[in-house]
């Protein structure tokens, strides 16, 4: 969730948005890893999990994948998947979801986001 409420806010503020999946972020942007949102929550928080999806539910509050999709609607927003961790994970380009705009090294992101504000989430 917060990756799409930054980027949604980020692109609503005006701002350019630069997102890069690797590792397990990588592999929750594959359409397998779409279909069986919602992800597990992290063991520190994991007593807050069901009362957040129940609320979200209430809400109709969007999935967080929802919220980059509309930010992109919104603004210029990018969404890169790092190439050496599909390597590593075997993922193909066609197994990305559709919103993913490219495949990029790391290099290649850094150079993209090069002046901005990181955030590591």
């Given amino acids: 969730m917060p990756v799409g409420i930054l980027a949604s806010g980020a692109a609503a503020a005006g701002y350019e948005v630069n997102l890069f999946f690797t590792f397990w972020g990588l592999t929750n942007i594959t359409k397998a890893g779409i279909q069986r949102q919602p992800a597990p929550i992290d063991k520190n928080y994991e007593q807050m999990g069901p009362m957040m999806m129940q609320k979200m539910q209430e809400m109709k509050y969007p999935m967080w994948y929802q919220l980059i999709q509309q930010a992109k609607e919104v603004g210029e927003v990018k969404v890169f998947a790092c190439s050496t961790t599909m390597e590593f994970f075997g993922i193909k380009r ?16 850094l150079d993209r986001a090069e002046g901005g504000t990181t955030l590591f989430i």
Avoid: I, N, Q
């Fill in 94 to 109: 066609e197994d990305l979801a559709e919103f993913v705009d490219d495949v990029v090294g790391v290099a290649t992101f």
